[in-house]
């Protein structure tokens, strides 16, 4: 059964940075892209930036694009997103899933970004 284990969240001031990290069991994760979602308090989730098993294709919601990085250790079962200049609108629960997300979700790490 596949896992989804995210951390690194946290408070920050507005203009901060956060890493986030997302461990994956339960599955071959070389063979599957990945994201990242965040879902704001009565908001739809969304998803923020997506990359494809070997890192070839990597793409950004346009609310993030030039400060948010996503990447993968392969070896580590790991997806990153390093997320620069944060504003308060990014505050949010962040989650890592499949690129074409289906089953069930981890926790979550919840991102709050202060003015």
């Known amino acids: 059964q596949v896992q989804f284990v995210e951390s690194g969240g946290g408070l920050v001031q507005a203009g901060g940075s956060l890493r986030l990290s997302c461990v994956v069991s339960?599955?071959?994760?070389?063979?599957?892209?990945m994201a990242w979602y965040r879902q704001a308090l009565g908001k739809e989730r969304e998803q923020v930036a997506g990359?494809?098993?070997?890192?070839?294709?990597?793409n950004y919601a346009d609310s993030v694009k030039g400060r948010f990085t996503i990447s993968r250790d392969n070896a580590k079962n790991t997806v990153y997103l390093q997320m620069n200049s944060l504003k308060p609108d990014d505050t949010a629960v962040y989650y890592c899933?499949?690129?074409?997300?289906?089953?069930?979700w981890g926790q979550g790490t919840q991102v709050t970004v202060s003015s």
């Open positions: 899933h499949f690129r074409y997300p289906t089953g069930s």
């Open positions: 339960g599955i071959t994760f070389s063979n599957y892209g």
């Open positions: 990359i494809t098993p070997s890192s070839v294709v990597i």
